[in-house]
């Protein structure tokens, strides 16, 4: 039975450290009882279970040709083991412990590494907890609930207020508004009536509707979405990791080197076998990768705890090479740039009486727009009395009713059609509609007394974050699914540099992959809609306050939804990728200066390096990768604009 990772590190752990506290205890006279035959059964248990599979991998690499880290790791602690046995038995000095502790901390380098992995999404599982469960459908004019698998297309199926639409299609029969944002991103709920389409897995709002079921089972918007985070998580090729690059070269040469070693010394020094055996194996040692197995985990534990103290979630290692090559950053609209509500942006006329009317109208109607009024009408105080009496909806246009005994009103522009509002009104609204604002009017009597623009706006922190991005040299793109008139508009506010509108959500991902023909891309989201582009770009962004879905797609999170987070997420991420590349000169730099100490290049002057003293270098590489590491908690961040790596 194979062992999983954390219990071959633990069994690692458990059997070197008595020989760990014999090397720190040593000068003051302590020894592990039985001496080096304790040392070795310690080792043999931790070479036989905890080394295994790194020795297997190195057979099956050979085999093909090729070396890796497993190979720098078996090569080095098996020849560190064996040769130690041989020295054991010799009566020389041995460091078994140089072998245990060697598979002890790559071992922890793994467990590290593979509970970062664990922490990976289950972002289709959660698209697919979406859909509704079963459905209404209508057939020989009974009602029949179904489950959903067992819907057909041309079905016709009743969605009650507040329910989930099982699917795809097409009304024919009622009227009301529907909430489509986990789907479509938009945040305005839309009205719907006869020969509207529906989109399955969203929300009806108000009104009883029969609709015919026209696309079922993989067929429907939201199996496309779920199928493309599924081709998008899988289409990702791996980076290959630097340290295995490296690793393919330098371990061919170190193990010919050992081998040179050997026989300069033996075959044209004289020496003894067992001299040329110690420079052989010093070489061998000193090459050994302990360092080289600390360096990437070190600095990502270490680089993702202070972006994570900074709320910003980097949720893997490969992430933070792609970073350093974005040159494109695409922003979702709804819920990114924006706030991801409507609110009430302008208020022309007399505020208090325009508010004081539509917050009481408003309180009784179930239009989607009255929530922003009604929250506005509540902040300036205006809605605690609600005296509305022979309320009344206006199909399409908006309510009527009597307050303090006056006819009152609100609605869109249709009510027009039999009140009257001044030229001066008739102009600022349409200056608000060009803004791209949705205008409702108020009014009492037969005239229109004031207008309440509403808007889904921009965060406050959007327009310095697209800045603090273009001062970075990145460009910057919206897609939503907004029409082009918000789209313009909202690019306009924020200074963004080019607007794709009124795009699918299906097509959000078609869209990344064309910007990635050209360069890099990072794409910013937070709704349902935006998983399968969050996938696909070579950095995907979520932000905090989004959906699970759009936060467990993404790479990178950002927990405190504020948008001036990405540039810095791009600034830690590319200082992490440094220092990881600094860690592994570090994790090197042991090797190649003692290489040739090892060797015995100097030993006609006196210098040499034995075993003990390479196991030594070892370490003291090993703790220059860890201090380097720790160095990350003294990053300073300049937000929002400094991108100094």
Same mark, same amino acid.
């Given at each position: 039975m194979q062992l999983t990772t954390n219990k071959r590190f633990t069994i690692a752990l458990i059997f070197s450290l008595p020989m760990l506290a014999q090397m720190i205890l040593t000068p003051f006279g302590f020894h592990l009882p039985g001496g080096t035959w304790t040392e070795f059964v310690l080792t043999t248990v931790v070479m036989a279970v905890s080394a295994s599979p790194f020795v297997r991998s190195t057979w099956s690499s050979f085999k093909k040709h090729h070396s890796n880290m497993d190979t720098l790791v078996a090569i080095g602690t098996v020849t560190a083991y064996l040769y130690s046995i041989y020295a054991m038995l010799a009566g020389q000095d041995v460091f078994f412990e140089g072998a245990a502790l060697v598979i002890t901390f790559i071992l922890l380098g793994q467990v590290f590494e593979e509970r970062m992995r664990k922490n990976a999404s289950s972002a289709i599982e959660k698209l697919l907890d979406l859909q509704a469960k079963d459905a209404e459908v209508i057939r020989d004019g009974q009602a029949l609930v179904i489950p959903l698998d067992q819907v057909q297309i041309g079905d016709i199926v009743r969605v009650k207020p507040g329910q989930k639409i099982a699917v795809d299609g097409t009304i024919v029969e009622g009227q009301s508004t529907i909430d489509e944002s986990m789907v479509t991103g938009e945040s305005m709920p839309v009205e719907k009536a006869v020969d509207d389409a529906v989109i399955g897995a969203t929300i009806n709002k108000n009104g009883t509707l029969l609709f015919r079921a026209d696309k079922v089972g993989d067929e429907t918007m939201l199996a496309q979405i779920v199928d493309l985070v599924k081709k998008a998580q899988t289409s990702h090729a791996p980076i290959q990791n630097l340290t295995d690059k490296v690793s393919s070269i330098f371990v061919p040469i170190v193990l010919i080197l050992s081998i040179l070693i050997f026989m300069i010394w033996y075959v044209f020094l004289g020496a003894t076998v067992s001299t040329a055996i110690i420079f052989a194996v010093s070489v061998?040692?000193?090459?050994?990768?302990?360092? +080289?197995? +600390?360096?990437?985990?070190?600095?990502?534990?270490?680089?993702?705890?202070?972006?994570?103290?900074?709320?910003?979630?980097?949720?893997?290692?490969?992430?933070?090479? =792609? &970073?350093?090559?974005?040159?494109?950053?695409?922003?979702?609209?709804?819920?990114?740039?924006?706030?991801?509500? @409507?609110?009430?942006?302008?208020?022309?006329?007399?505020?208090?009486? &325009?508010?004081?009317?539509?917050?009481? $109208?408003?309180?009784?109607?179930?239009?989607? *727009?009255? &929530?922003?009024?009604?929250?506005?009408?509540?902040? *300036?105080?205006?809605?605690?009395?609600?005296? %509305?009496?022979?309320?009344?909806?206006?199909?399409?246009?908006?309510?009527?009713?009597?307050?303090?005994?006056?006819?009152?009103?609100?609605?869109?522009?249709?009510?027009?059609?039999?009140?009257?509002?001044?030229?001066?009104?008739?102009?600022?609204?349409?200056? $608000?509609?060009? =803004?791209?604002?949705?205008?409702?009017?108020?009014?009492?009597?037969?005239?229109?007394?004031?207008?309440?623009?509403?808007?889904? =706006? @921009?965060? @406050?922190?959007?327009?310095?974050? %697209?800045?603090? +991005?273009?001062?970075?040299?990145?460009?910057? %793109?919206? *897609?939503?699914?907004?029409?082009?008139?918000?789209?313009?508009?909202?690019?306009?506010? &924020?200074?963004?540099?080019?607007?794709?509108?009124?795009? $699918?959500?299906?097509?959000?991902?078609?869209? %990344?992959?064309?910007?990635q023909q050209e360069a890099e891309v990072a794409f910013v989201g937070d709704g349902i809609n935006d998983a399968p582009a969050l996938t696909t770009a070579d950095v995907g962004i979520a932000m905090g306050s989004g959906t699970d879905v759009a936060i467990e797609s993404g790479d990178i999170v950002l927990v405190k939804n504020d948008l001036q987070d990405v540039a810095t997420a791009i600034q830690l991420s590319a200082k992490i990728f440094n220092r990881i590349k600094l860690n592994l000169f570090w994790a090197f730099i042991y090797n190649v200066l003692g290489i040739p100490v090892a060797a015995g290049a100097f030993a006609a002057i006196g210098l040499t390096l034995s075993p003990e003293l390479a196991g030594l270098a070892m370490a003291f590489s090993s703790l220059s990768v860890v201090i380097s590491s720790l160095l990350l908690n003294r990053v300073k961040l300049n937000r929002p604009s400094a991108f100094a790596n």
């Amino acid at each position: 039975m194979q062992l999983t990772t954390n219990k071959r590190f633990t069994i690692a752990l458990i059997f070197s450290l008595p020989m760990l506290a014999q090397m720190i205890l040593t000068p003051f006279g302590f020894h592990l009882p039985g001496g080096t035959w304790t040392e070795f059964v310690l080792t043999t248990v931790v070479m036989a279970v905890s080394a295994s599979p790194f020795v297997r991998s190195t057979w099956s690499s050979f085999k093909k040709h090729h070396s890796n880290m497993d190979t720098l790791v078996a090569i080095g602690t098996v020849t560190a083991y064996l040769y130690s046995i041989y020295a054991m038995l010799a009566g020389q000095d041995v460091f078994f412990e140089g072998a245990a502790l060697v598979i002890t901390f790559i071992l922890l380098g793994q467990v590290f590494e593979e509970r970062m992995r664990k922490n990976a999404s289950s972002a289709i599982e959660k698209l697919l907890d979406l859909q509704a469960k079963d459905a209404e459908v209508i057939r020989d004019g009974q009602a029949l609930v179904i489950p959903l698998d067992q819907v057909q297309i041309g079905d016709i199926v009743r969605v009650k207020p507040g329910q989930k639409i099982a699917v795809d299609g097409t009304i024919v029969e009622g009227q009301s508004t529907i909430d489509e944002s986990m789907v479509t991103g938009e945040s305005m709920p839309v009205e719907k009536a006869v020969d509207d389409a529906v989109i399955g897995a969203t929300i009806n709002k108000n009104g009883t509707l029969l609709f015919r079921a026209d696309k079922v089972g993989d067929e429907t918007m939201l199996a496309q979405i779920v199928d493309l985070v599924k081709k998008a998580q899988t289409s990702h090729a791996p980076i290959q990791n630097l340290t295995d690059k490296v690793s393919s070269i330098f371990v061919p040469i170190v193990l010919i080197l050992s081998i040179l070693i050997f026989m300069i010394w033996y075959v044209f020094l004289g020496a003894t076998v067992s001299t040329a055996i110690i420079f052989a194996v010093s070489v061998l040692v000193i090459a050994c990768p302990c360092a +080289l197995g +600390l360096a990437t985990p070190t600095a990502l534990m270490v680089g993702t705890g202070v972006s994570a103290k900074a709320g910003i979630l980097i949720k893997n290692g490969e992430v933070l090479e =792609a &970073v350093n090559h974005v040159k494109t950053v695409i922003f979702d609209k709804t819920g990114t740039i924006t706030q991801g509500q @409507p609110v009430v942006t302008d208020i022309i006329g007399g505020q208090d009486q &325009v508010m004081t009317i539509a917050g009481q $109208l408003e309180a009784a109607s179930e239009h989607p *727009l009255a &929530v922003a009024v009604m929250d506005k009408a509540k902040e *300036l105080g205006l809605a605690e009395n609600n005296s %509305v009496e022979n309320f009344q909806a206006i199909e399409g246009k908006g309510v009527t009713g009597r307050i303090d005994g006056q006819t009152a009103f609100i609605g869109n522009a249709k009510l027009l059609a039999d009140r009257q509002m001044s030229a001066d009104l008739q102009e600022t609204m349409t200056q $608000l509609q060009e =803004a791209a604002k949705t205008v409702v009017l108020v009014g009492v009597g037969d005239e229109v007394i004031g207008l309440i623009a509403i808007q889904d =706006a @921009p965060k @406050p922190s959007s327009k310095q974050a %697209v800045a603090s +991005l273009k001062k970075r040299g990145l460009k910057t %793109v919206m *897609l939503t699914g907004d029409n082009q008139l918000v789209a313009d508009a909202v690019a306009k506010q &924020v200074g963004i540099d080019q607007v794709i509108a009124d795009v $699918l959500p299906n097509d959000k991902a078609e869209y %990344v992959q064309k910007f990635q023909q050209e360069a890099e891309v990072a794409f910013v989201g937070d709704g349902i809609n935006d998983a399968p582009a969050l996938t696909t770009a070579d950095v995907g962004i979520a932000m905090g306050s989004g959906t699970d879905v759009a936060i467990e797609s993404g790479d990178i999170v950002l927990v405190k939804n504020d948008l001036q987070d990405v540039a810095t997420a791009i600034q830690l991420s590319a200082k992490i990728f440094n220092r990881i590349k600094l860690n592994l000169f570090w994790a090197f730099i042991y090797n190649v200066l003692g290489i040739p100490v090892a060797a015995g290049a100097f030993a006609a002057i006196g210098l040499t390096l034995s075993p003990e003293l390479a196991g030594l270098a070892m370490a003291f590489s090993s703790l220059s990768v860890v201090i380097s590491s720790l160095l990350l908690n003294r990053v300073k961040l300049n937000r929002p604009s400094a991108f100094a790596n």
